[in-house]
């Protein structure tokens, strides 16, 4: 086993400091780049079956694909049309997993599925998806779905659109705040032994003759360049697979990825009069309105995309189809101007020679051992990771991975707790001071178990009081996200840890002078470097989560 990791004991900075002389010194059973959910998953799959596994990612945690999803944990309704049928079984017995894994960070919500269009067809079209769903595994956690009469749909949702309307289906899938979920995954990993360390990009393949050795990688905090050495390097980097200077690019590469841009926008919850989620049927596929704190979260698109994939961001267009969608479900009126953000997402599918729609594109992942000493993987959903992640790190072991069996699947996510012991944390911190209901759910549905240690580490800096004026999140969360869940800007805070940057119309620029000044003064900021790192948050901020004009 390799030398256990850093804990929040140690200055952060100095901790990192340490981590990068590590990496450097040991040779590694796998060295996994990308910190994604299943870069993230990897790792902790490596760790649980006694492998010496690190982790480098260029940029921070989930800061790609993995913060930009629709959050959700579910089998995928629109793969059965597809008859994707293994992927819905899969991605459904995994939410069923989740559940038990993770309580605080993955609960079960209820959907409607308003159904339009004529009676008998339509019923019994949707109510045959929803028959198989159940049976693929929708019933195990989330009980078999319901009927509902015109009437009883418009009990739930009085705002739908009344022409045409036929009743509704009401089922239950799973949700999730995929950024908080994957530094989880990735903070367990480093519990169980991993290292990982962020800011640090892998320049190019270390190369030991005809095979692959390990990678020459870079500080981007200091520009020092140095070797990783490892018997194996697993490339799971995502979307950043598609671009042609990719530095494990291979001659012998056995699939693309295509890059497809998944957008979603964010409005109110008194905008529009729902007490469930909401599953919207549009042609050619599925959008969804998905319960957040205070907001709905509206999506998706499907559409191929060519540009650069670092931070993207929606486009006009699809803010117009996703405001067509909500406007042809509902009677609500919904314009530019009831929207708080807006973000979007890149999904690494695996493509076909000569594909130009992603629609159809199969979510399933690949895995494949391209040269002697490289595993790459990609595609899938995010539902699904902890296979992906179990299915590359059998092929880094290969011939040995029946020896040494991966250990997630019963091994539970950092702050996981059964619910009733949650469930009576929320009631034991609402009574402190300071905190009421809200922010004590908040705090434990946010970092589980570890809230108790998030308050007392706001008690000691008097940071036990709200960081936006009337809403749940305390400035004691800010400090925490510095000092141990591996924050190193303001963006880490606010759009990733905290996830204000979407949700706050003036992206936090009110609060940020603050974040700047608590987090500051645990990264050893003086007031030059928090101003800078202020103005570098806000450009950022705006660019990617800004209503597009």
Not at 99 to 127: D, I, K, N
Not at 301 to 308: N, Q
Not at 311 to 328: F, G, K
Not at 514 to 535: H, S
Request: charged residues 25%; proline residues 5%; contains cysteine.
């Amino acid at each position: 086993m390799p030398d256990q990791p850093h804990t929040a004991s140690r200055p952060p900075l100095a901790a990192r400091g340490a981590d990068l002389e590590h990496l450097g010194r040991e040779t590694w059973d796998v060295l996994i780049v990308g910190g994604g959910i299943v870069g993230c998953g990897a790792l902790l799959d490596a760790a649980s079956r006694g492998l010496r596994a690190a982790l480098v990612e260029q940029d921070d945690i989930a800061v790609g694909t993995s913060s930009r999803s629709s959050r959700l944990i579910h089998g995928g309704l629109r793969y059965l049309e597809q008859f994707h049928v293994g992927l819905v079984r899969e991605a459904l017995h995994e939410r069923a997993r989740l559940l038990e894994l993770a309580p605080h960070l993955v609960r079960l919500e209820r959907f409607l599925f308003p159904l339009y269009g004529r009676p008998v067809v339509t019923r019994s079209f949707y109510q045959s998806g929803m028959v198989l769903y159940d049976l693929l595994g929708s019933a195990k956690k989330g009980g078999r779905h319901h009927h509902l009469s015109v009437a009883g749909a418009l009990e739930l949702a009085p705002g739908l659109r009344r022409e045409g309307l036929q009743g509704a289906m009401l089922y239950s899938d799973g949700m999730e705040d995929d950024a908080r979920y994957t530094l989880a995954v990735l903070r367990t990993a480093v519990r169980e032994g991993g290292l990982a360390v962020s800011r640090v990009r892998a320049v190019r393949a270390l190369r030991d003759g005809e095979r692959i050795a390990g990678a020459t990688v870079r500080d981007e905090l200091t520009g020092a360049e140095f070797d990783v050495r490892a018997t194996t390097v697993l490339d799971a980097t995502g979307v950043w697979g598609s671009r042609p200077d990719r530095p494990f690019g291979s001659e012998k590469a056995t699939f693309n990825v295509l890059p497809s841009r998944g957008s979603h926008i964010l409005v109110p919850r008194e905008r529009i009069e729902v007490r469930t989620g909401v599953t919207i049927r549009v042609p050619g596929k599925v959008a969804f309105m998905v319960p957040w704190p205070r907001h709905w979260v509206i999506g998706t698109t499907d559409d191929p995309f060519s540009g650069p994939v670092e931070r993207p961001s929606a486009s006009t267009p699809e803010v117009d189809q996703i405001l067509a969608a909500v406007n042809s479900a509902f009677d609500a009126g919904l314009s530019r101007d009831d929207i708080v953000g807006a973000y979007a997402g890149l999904r690494p599918l695996i493509a076909p020679s000569g594909a130009s729609s992603t629609v159809k594109v199969s979510r399933e992942h690949k895995v494949a051992v391209e040269e002697r000493g490289l595993v790459r993987i990609s595609g899938g959903k995010y539902t699904t990771y902890r296979l992906m992640a179990r299915d590359a790190i059998d092929a880094v072991l290969g011939a040995d991975a029946k020896d040494r069996p991966s250990g997630t699947a019963e091994l539970p996510i950092i702050g996981a707790a059964p619910r009733p012991e949650l469930d009576a944390l929320i009631a034991r911190l609402a009574g402190e001071p300071g905190l009421d209901v809200e922010s004590a759910r908040s705090l434990v549905e946010r970092h589980g178990t570890e809230a108790e240690d998030v308050v007392a580490l706001g008690r000691g800096r008097d940071l036990v009081r709200p960081l936006v004026a009337g809403q749940p999140m305390i400035e004691a969360e800010v400090a925490w996200a510095a000092e141990s869940e591996l924050a190193m800007s303001l963006d880490d805070v606010l759009a990733r840890r905290m996830r204000l940057a979407m949700t706050l119309r003036d992206r936090g620029a009110s609060i940020a002078p603050r974040v700047a000044a608590i987090a500051g003064d645990t990264l050893g900021w003086d007031a030059t470097r928090q101003a800078v790192e202020v103005a570098q948050y806000l450009e950022s901020a705006h660019r990617e989560f800004d209503v597009p004009a």
